[in-house]
Structures are given as C-alpha cells and as structure tokens.
C-alpha cells in the first residue's frame, strides 16, 4: 500500500491558500513555536513520529517552475495507526488547531463533522513516491520505551561489576520493575 512502511503511515497534503492565509499561518506557527500551552493537546498524539507544515509561494522559476497565483499550504506527516484514526484524532483533539491553519485555505469544511474534513485531505493528498521507515515495525511509543530501557540497562551494566550476587539480584529486580511499563 502506499504510503504505508510497516506500522508507519506518512501523508502529504497541498492546498491552495486564500490571500491573506501567509499572514495568518506566520502567526498561528509563531504561536505554535513560542507558546508551549498550544501544544499541550498536540503532544498527547503519541502515535505521530513527525509534522511538519510550510507555506509555499514560489518555485525557482529558472529551472522550469512556474509562478503561484497564490501560495500553497504543505502539510507532511508521518505517524502509527491508520489513516482514518490519524484525522479522526486531528477533528477531536485540536479542531482549533486544524480551523486555525486550514482554515486559511481554499474549500476547507471545517474538522467537524469529521467526513467532510477527511474528504478534503483525500482531494489535496499527494502519494509518496517513495517513503522509509527506519524502525517498521515500531511504533513511536515502543521506540521511546526502547530508548528508556536502554538507558537504565546501561546504567545497571556500568554498576552490576561492583555488586555482589545478592546486591545484583535486587538492582535487577529493581531494574524490572521500574521498567516493567516500557517492557
């Protein structure tokens, strides 16, 4: 399928943006960048490995691009889980969000009711020609748990020389069950 690499989905959007979305869509990722409270609902989206938003106003019109009637608004994604679960949980978790930055273009229907807004996505998706997962068949959040694990077997490895047999055995049962949500 595609789009799809083991458990990773990526997704790329493009749509035409009305004339004053530029302005607009400055200020709405200045906030995002610069005020931490707007991403808190954002980042309980474990499942997204990466997002990324930009606004296009032109190709290099030197080697062969053409110029813009108006600017393009580009969304890239990759994340865990299905395509229809990824914008279902765009419309519930930040439909503020999801109005403040495409609501800026051309044809947006709103996040909610969710039906309409996916076929809006369908009609400005662009299919990867090609797409890399470098951990397919991870999830974002095994990945995460991986690493924290990884970081307190390490730890248990630099001390187990320096502990005897009794002393080891409680470090590794201490080891397990701080790590048990992550095993």
Known sequence: MANVEGKATAITVVTPVRWFGPLLLWLVFWAGRNIKS???KLQTLSFIHYARWAVIKSFPVERGGERLSHSY???E????????????????????RMKAIWGTSFGFPGPQPVEPFKAYIRRNEFVANHYYSAYPGA????????????EALDQ??????????DE???AYRSFLTGMQRDL
Do not use: H, M
């Not at 679960?85 to 439909?95: G, H, L, R, T």
């Not at 999830?139 to 990884?150: G, K, L, M």
């Not at 248990?156 to 047999?165: C, H, I, T, V, W």
């Open 38 to 40: 707007t991403l808190v």
């Open 73 to 75: 608004l580009l969304f």
């Open 77 to 96: 994604s990759n994340f865990n889980g299905t395509w229809d679960q990824y914008i279902d949980a765009f419309s519930e978790v930040v439909p503020f």
């Open 139 to 150: 999830t974002t959040t095994e990945i995460i748990s991986a690493t924290r694990v990884q």
């Open 156 to 165: 248990l490895l630099s001390r187990s020389a320096r502990l005897g047999p």
């Open 168 to 170: 080891f055995s409680e």
